[in-house]
C-alpha cells in the first residue's frame, strides 16, 4: 500500500506539471490503450488519476454559455489555423472561420447526431469542469474523424453528391477547409505538441541559423514532411514578422533560389508567407474604424521588404507574380488614399450640426477617414517609392499640410468672432482641427493650438497671418495586426 501511494503522488505531480491539453491528449491515448485489451494496473492507475485532476478544474472561458464549450472544444486542434478573411485562392493550412458551423452543422446533423448528443450531455452536467470536457470533446473528435475522411471520399467518388453536400457546409470553399480540417485532426497526436513546444512569439532572430525553433521544425518535417502546411500554419501564428517564415524555409532547406525552394520540402513556407500578403490586402481595405486596416500597409512592405533581401526570386515565376500582384493591390489602394486625403481633410474640419440636446454632433467617421489617410500618408515617407507613388506622395503632402494649417487658424479665429451661442460648434470643429494637426504634425504643434484654442474660447483674439511651419513627426512604427 505504501507502494502504491507513492506511485500515486508521483503520478499526480507529473500530471500537473503539464499543460491541460498534454494530460487531455495522454487520458484518449491512455483510454484506447484500455478498449485494444491492456490491462496493465500501471496504466488503469495513470488514467484514474488523469481523469481525476481534470474533473478538479472547473475553470472556464469567461462569460461563455456552457452550452457553447462543445463546439469550440471540438475545433481546438485547428485554432492556430484560422483566418478571418476570405483569401483569393484557398491556402492549404489556413481556415476560414467562417466555415465552422457549416462543418459543426454537417457533425452534429449528419454524420454522428448520436455521438454529438451524447457528448453535449456529459458537457452541460454542472459537475464537468472545461478541462473534462476538452476531454469529452477530443473523444467526439476521434470517433468523428473516420467518419469525415469517408464522407469525403464518398463525395469525391461523387460529384453530384459533393455538390449537395457543399450547399449544407457553406459552399465549395468550406468543402475544402474541412479537408484542412480532418488532416488537422488525423495530425493531432503531433501537431499540437509540437505547437505547444513552440515560444509565445517568434522574433526574426528566432527563425534564423539552426537555432531550437528550426529544430524543432526539421525534426516535426522528417516525419510529416506531407503535412508542410499544417506545420508552416502553425508556426505563421506564432511569428512577429510573416517573413521570418520564408527566412526559416530558406534556412532549413540551404537554398534562397526560388526554383530549388520550390521542389523542396518547404515550399508551402513560402506559399503561406504569400498568402499573408495577400490577407494584408483584405485587411487594409477594411473600414477605417477597423484597427487592423491601419497598420496592413505598413506591415505589408515589412514583409516584403523582408521577403526580397533574403530570396532570390526569379522573373516569371510563380512566387513573384504572386507578389507583384499584390505589390499592384497595394500600390492602387495607397494611391485611392492619398487622392482623397485633401477632401476628407476638408470634410473632417466641417463645422459640425447641433444635436437634440443642443450639443454639436460630429461626424466621427469622417474623422476617422481623415486620420486614416494622414496615417498613410506618414507611412508614405519612406515607403512611396516601394509602392511606386512618389509624385502623389509629394504632391498630396504639400496639399494637406496647407489645408491642415489655414483651414485651422481659421477655425480658430472665428471661435473668437462668432455669436456665443454658435461658439461650440465652431470650438468642436476647431478641436478635430487639433486632433487632426497632432496625428500629423506632432504634439508641440498641437499644444500650442491648443493655447490658442483656450484663448479663442475665453474670447480672446487669435493672432491671424501664417503660422510658423510646423516640424513634421517622424512615423512611428504601425501596430502588430
Not at 34 to 55: F, P, S
Not at 145 to 171: C, H, S, W, Y
Not at 269 to 292: C, N, W, Y
Not at 366 to 392: I, K, N, P, Y
Amino acid at each position: 500500500m505504501a507502494e502504491r501511494s507513492v506511485l500515486v503522488q508521483k503520478i499526480r505531480t507529473y500530471l500537473e506539471a503539464l499543460s491541460p491539453r498534454a494530460v487531455d491528449m495522454l487520458v484518449r491515448n491512455l483510454e484506447q490503450s484500455c478498449a485494444k485489451g491492456n490491462e496493465d494496473k500501471t496504466v488503469r492507475l495513470i488514467l484514474d488519476a488523469c481523469l481525476e485532476l481534470l474533473r478538479s478544474d472547473k475553470e472556464a472561458v469567461s462569460g461563455e454559455p456552457r452550452a457553447n464549450w462543445l463546439q469550440r472544444l471540438f475545433f481546438r486542434p485547428v485554432e492556430a489555423l484560422l483566418i478571418d478573411e476570405l483569401l483569393p485562392h484557398k491556402q492549404k493550412g489556413r481556415i476560414n472561420r467562417s466555415s465552422l458551423n457549416g462543418i459543426w452543422t454537417l457533425v452534429e446533423r449528419d454524420l454522428a447526431p448520436d455521438a454529438v448528443s451524447e457528448a453535449q450531455a456529459q458537457v452541460l452536467r454542472e459537475e464537468t469542469g472545461e478541462a473534462e470536457a476538452a476531454t469529452i470533446a477530443g473523444r467526439l473528435r476521434d470517433r468523428v474523424t473516420p467518419e469525415i475522411r469517408k464522407f469525403l471520399r464518398d463525395t469525391t467518388e461523387n460529384p453530384k453528391f459533393r455538390r449537395q453536400m457543399a450547399m449544407i457546409v457553406g459552399g465549395d470553399r468550406a468543402f475544402q477547409d474541412l479537408t484542412d480540417l480532418v488532416e488537422a485532426f488525423e495530425a493531432e497526436a503531433w501537431l499540437m505538441p509540437f505547437f505547444e513546444a513552440l515560444p509565445e512569439r517568434l522574433s526574426d532572430w528566432d527563425c534564423k541559423g539552426d537555432g531550437p525553433t528550426a529544430k524543432r521544425v526539421r525534426e516535426v518535417m522528417k516525419e510529416n514532411a506531407a503535412q508542410a502546411a499544417l506545420v508552416a500554419s502553425a508556426v505563421l501564428s506564432r511569428t512577429d514578422n510573416p517573413a521570418s517564415l520564408a527566412t526559416l524555409a530558406c534556412g532549413l532547406a540551404g537554398t534562397n533560389d526560388e526554383k530549388l525552394l520550390a521542389d523542396s520540402a518547404y515550399s508551402a513556407f513560402i506559399d503561406m508567407v504569400l498568402s499573408e500578403t495577400e490577407r494584408l490586402h483584405i485587411m487594409a481595405r477594411k473600414p477605417s474604424a477597423d484597427a487592423g486596416a491601419a497598420s496592413a500597409v505598413s506591415r505589408y512592405r515589412e514583409v516584403v521588404r523582408q521577403l526580397e533581401r533574403d530570396m532570390e526570386f526569379a522573373s516569371g515565376g510563380a512566387w513573384h507574380k504572386r507578389l507583384s500582384e499584390t505589390r499592384r493591390q497595394f500600390s492602387d489602394l495607397v494611391k485611392s488614399e492619398l487622392d482623397t486625403a485633401v477632401s476628407r481633410v476638408r470634410r473632417a474640419l466641417e463645422i459640425p450640426p447641433l444635436g437634440g440636446d443642443g450639443k454639436p454632433v460630429v461626424d466621427r467617421a469622417a474623422v476617422e477617414d481623415a486620420m486614416r489617410s494622414l496615417e498613410t500618408l506618414q507611412m508614405m515617407r519612406g515607403a512611396a517609392e516601394s509602392f511606386a507613388v512618389v509624385e502623389v506622395t509629394m504632391r498630396t503632402r504639400q496639399a494637406v499640410e496647407q489645408t491642415l494649417e489655414i483651414m485651422t487658424r481659421r477655425l480658430l479665429s472665428d471661435v473668437a468672432k462668432v455669436a456665443e451661442e454658435e461658439r461650440p460648434v465652431h470650438i468642436a470643429a476647431a478641436d478635430v482641427a487639433i486632433e487632426l494637426c497632432e496625428s500629423y504634425f506632432g504634439k508641440d504643434y498641437a499644444d500650442s493650438l491648443r493655447r490658442s484654442r483656450r484663448i479663442a474660447a475665453n474670447g480672446g483674439e487669435v493672432k491671424s497671418g501664417p503660422a510658423a511651419k510646423p516640424a513634421i513627426k517622424k512615423a512611428g512604427k504601425a501596430p502588430a495586426v
